[in-house]
């Protein structure tokens, strides 16, 4: 058994300060243990999410030493413990309170996207008949446990805010799974580029890196779906065909307009970096 | 009450579970105006952390299955005090349910002609689960959420209900908090659906979150209905037990079907040891039997690896006490050892589990393609809860349904794996059918102020005598923690009346304890006043596990008592119901099992 200092960030949407709390650490520990500990000992009303301790439902997303990391999966002794280890909320996310982030945008964003559109069923008894081979790229996307680590290091939403222009990483997987959907029929490529502004990212990786189902988010669904866009958009073939179809820029339109409510947090998804 | 705005609806669903979503999804289909309320984020609720998969009869992989067997199945898993017609409509109804998550989006394995591939789990003859990888319940709670997002249903998140709200005999509403802000919120509808799932907090060593305080089920008590089978918890036979912190988390069944083994400390099978009777046909008597069953080979048996969970604990725990465990006070699970038997094995784990692989790999700095597990019995699930009527999953109250693992009759004493997914879907859905139903023809409800302000004065208690706690007074956690400690103690897996009784009076001097307790801070997202609110729930099931633990003076099931180790078919005949007593204190009843229809005792008979 060790001692170790964990220096957690306190505070609300109007402000707060990191604050040193010391507790002992046994071998296996991970980060959320240490939390747990400090809030039934010290901190009765430290404010953190959690509820698989598995790594399987995403709630517990926090900044670890600065990394973006899911706390009831990080062991503590894969960090330095000869300095304070540092837990902040996510920062691209208003602070709600510790660390508690209002993330009630993504699931606004969610409810914009053309929902999953199938084929007729294949069989009478209303089945459809798929290859494991043709889902395999679909069944990685839908691993996403909606951690939403990835939105938070991506820098169009973290640094330029651009949280009603686009739609986020987690949502281009998510885009990515309906659109290869085997069964799907819908199409979501003209919103892609307009309302779910796939031209914001500029391929850097970020989010990539840091998700901790390993979805190999660049290069299997956003890089694909930008060449759909491509396709599309700068192809005067493919346009002047789809003009004919008259099936042209359907996309804003079929958005609705107001949403049925999900309450939560109605505060603005735009996080004011002051507050910290 | 004029400080609450009163929000109205037909249906409210508390929960957003497999249960609470497929509910709210038919109430609304039905024409209804539904709220869901849920205590965490949509996506987040125990749901998602199934593993295994779903059971329902599609024949996909072996064609000799069908409803019949599934019943039949469900009925000797249970031990025959399973509500019959639950068991019936589930075997009957779960492929259209399993069908219907494709049709939403939902992506299944594949078999090889394209269509859902089916698992071997413990008590299932044939191969039944469907399933993705270990992450099934992912996909089925993430395939409810999206399909849902897009009706007008209102979900209000990171929302808890603390009490439900009457109409004289009937339903009325329900006043919950909500986190963010610790506002009150009254909710008023003529149907409320309770699907708030388990109770394994109240124990030490579990595979459950923190939400799993027993709410539903303690909700509907206070309101006077009835709760049945309490002293049926399921002790999942492997959850973790190495380092400490993990101790507990699931691991799943899965490994099993996929051919891992359980051996003691000298290497030996020993689950061959103890076969139980009634399942002594269908069980192997062979490694080599055994394993031939893993490959596909259907004239061959299960091994006995695939028993029932509570005899498989049970035989754990004989190894533990006989000192044959492993280093850390559990077993050995291997499934590394396939490699003597299929040339690409790291490959075939790696493909069939790969969450367990990631779970140990990052937890126990363990490579389950390489080294065998350590593996320990966890409280995983109640298969009592909520009586209900087994078609339309309404209690004894009027207008209050339950379905989902809150309720109770489906599993009897004890639950097949696989065997939950599918309820959530089957009686979420004719719950939330019914709940519209009854709201169509009972739109008149009115909510009584005076219940609304007991309740929220209630739950603003523990925050009056804020910072008045000295640092040695007790607070929410430490109450827990203490429940926590001796349920696993005197109420776990092996039971008798000395150490029941003993339990019953802990729990008589926290029940005082409990509503003094007090908490700092302030009303906004304060885990420590949610926890301090948590702790009626938790003790109102402990004290019904407990009380009906001791009632039922035999073995059966999940249920096992050193006192009377010996199934008595006397206790075959009725289940175990208590209800709040006028004076408040809980009172114990049996009622008697209706007899079985000539056609459901006939499948029985042949399946023998
Ligand atoms: C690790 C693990 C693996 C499992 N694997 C399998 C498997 O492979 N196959 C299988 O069939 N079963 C499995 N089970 C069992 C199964 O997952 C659960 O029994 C099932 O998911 C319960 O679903 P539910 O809809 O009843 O409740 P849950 O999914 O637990 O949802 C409960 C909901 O109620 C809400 N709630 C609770 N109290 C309140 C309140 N007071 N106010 C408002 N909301 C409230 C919660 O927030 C949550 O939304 C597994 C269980 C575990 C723990
Ligand atoms: S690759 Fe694109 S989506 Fe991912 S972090 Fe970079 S800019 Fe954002
Ligand atoms: S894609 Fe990965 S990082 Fe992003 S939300 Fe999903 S699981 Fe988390
Ligand atoms: S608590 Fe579920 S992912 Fe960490």
Known sequence: MTHATFRIWRGDSSGGALVDYETDVTEGMVVLDAVHQIQAEKANDLAVRWNCKAGKCGSCSAEVNGMPKLMCMLRIDELDMSRPVTIEPMRAFPPLRDLVTDVSWNFRVKKRIKKFTPRPPDAPDGSWRMQQSDVDRVQEFRKCIECFLCQDVCHVLRDHHKHDEFIGPRFLVHVAALEMHPLDVADRVDELKEAHGIGYCNITLCCTKVCPENITITDNAIIPLKERVVDRHYDPLTKLVRLFRGKRDKGRAEIPAEDPVLHGSSRSANPSEESR | ?608
């Open chain 2, 1 to 608: 009450m004029t400080e609450h705005d009163i929000l109205s609806y037909d249906v409210i669903i508390v929960g957003a579970g497999g249960a609470g979503l497929r509910a709210a999804i038919e109430a609304a289909d039905k024409g209804a105006r539904v709220g869901v309320i849920c205590k965490s984020l949509l996506g987040k609720a125990h749901t998602v952390m199934a593993e295994g998969g779903m059971a329902a009869a599609l024949a996909n992989v072996d064609d000799r299955d069908s409803w019949r067997v599934h019943f039949a199945d469900t009925m000797r898993g249970g031990q025959y005090l399973n509500n019959w017609r639950m068991a019936e409509l589930h075997a009957r109804e779960a492929p259209d349910r399993a069908r219907e998550l494709e049709a939403w989006g939902a992506i299944f394995d594949r078999t090889e002609d394209g269509r859902i591939l089916q698992r071997n789990f413990g008590g299932h003859r044939y191969p039944r689960l469907a399933h993705v990888g270990d992450r099934t319940g992912l996909e089925m709670i993430r395939t409810l959420q999206d399909h849902l997002v897009h009706l007008a249903i209102d979900v209000h998140m990171e929302c808890t209900v603390l009490e439900l709200l009457k109409d004289g005999d009937r339903i009325a509403g329900a006043v919950a908090y909500e986190r963010e802000r610790g506002r009150f919120k009254v909710f008023k509808a003529p149907a409320v659906v309770l699907a708030t799932g388990g109770i394994g907090r109240a124990f030490s060593i579990t595979s459950n979150s923190w939400e799993y305080t027993g709410d539903g089920h303690s909700l509907a008590y206070e309101v006077g209905a009835a709760l049945q089978d309490m002293e049926f918890v399921q002790f999942h036979p492997t959850g973790m037990v190495w380092p400490p912190s993990v101790r507990g988390i699931l691991v799943t069944e899965g490994v099993r079907g996929d051919g891992g083994v359980l051996r003691n400390k000298d290497g030996k099978r020993f689950m061959f040891d103890d076969i139980p009777e009634n399942y002594r046909s269908q069980t192997a008597d062979s490694e080599e039997e055994a394993w031939r069953y893993i490959q596909g080979d259907k004239s061959a048996r299960r091994p006995p690896e695939l028993l029932t969970r509570d005899h498989v604990a049970r035989c754990i725990m004989r190894e533990v006490r006989a000192g044959r465990g492993s280093p850390h006070g559990g077993v050995f699970l291997d499934i590394a050892w396939v490699k003597e038997k299929i040339p690409n094995s790291k490959e075939y784990i790696r493909k069939k589990l790969p969450s367990m692989y990631h779970q140990f790999k990052q937890l126990a700095n363990i490579d389950i393609t390489e080294t065998a597990m350590e593996v320990g019995p966890t409280t995983h699930y109640v298969m009592g809860g909520i009586r209900v009527d087994g078609d339309t999953q309404m209690s004894t109250v009027p207008g209050l349904f339950a379905a989902g693992e809150c309720a109770a009759g489906l599993h009897g004493a004890n639950r097949l794996g696989g065997n939950s997914l599918s309820d959530l879907l089957v009686f979420g859905r004719r719950a939330g059918e019914y709940a519209a139903a009854y709201a169509r023809d009972n739109a008149a409800v009115n909510v009584d102020a005076a219940q609304v302000d007991l309740a929220t004065t209630n739950a603003l208690r523990p925050l009056d005598g804020a910072g008045d706690r000295g640092p040695a007074a007790e607070g929410p956690y430490q109450i827990q923690h203490e429940l926590q400690e001796f349920m696993q103690e005197l109420v776990g897996i092996v039971r008798c009346e000395d150490e029941m009784k003993s339990a019953l009076e802990r729990i008589a001097a926290l029940k005082k304890k409990a509503p003094g307790v007090t908490v700092p801070g302030n009303r906004e997202y304060n885990p420590g006043w949610h926890t301090a609110l948590d702790l009626r729930n938790l003790l109102t099931v402990s004290e019904a596990v407990a009380r009906a633990a001791l009632e039922r003076k035999e073995s059966r099931g999940g249920h096992f008592r050193e006192d009377y180790p010996d199934k008595d078919s006397g206790f075959a005949k009725f289940n175990i119901v208590l209800r709040k007593g006028g004076d408040g204190a809980m009172q114990v009843s049996r009622e008697s099992i209706p007899p079985l229809p000539a056609e459901l005792a006939q499948i029985i008979e042949e399946m023998k």
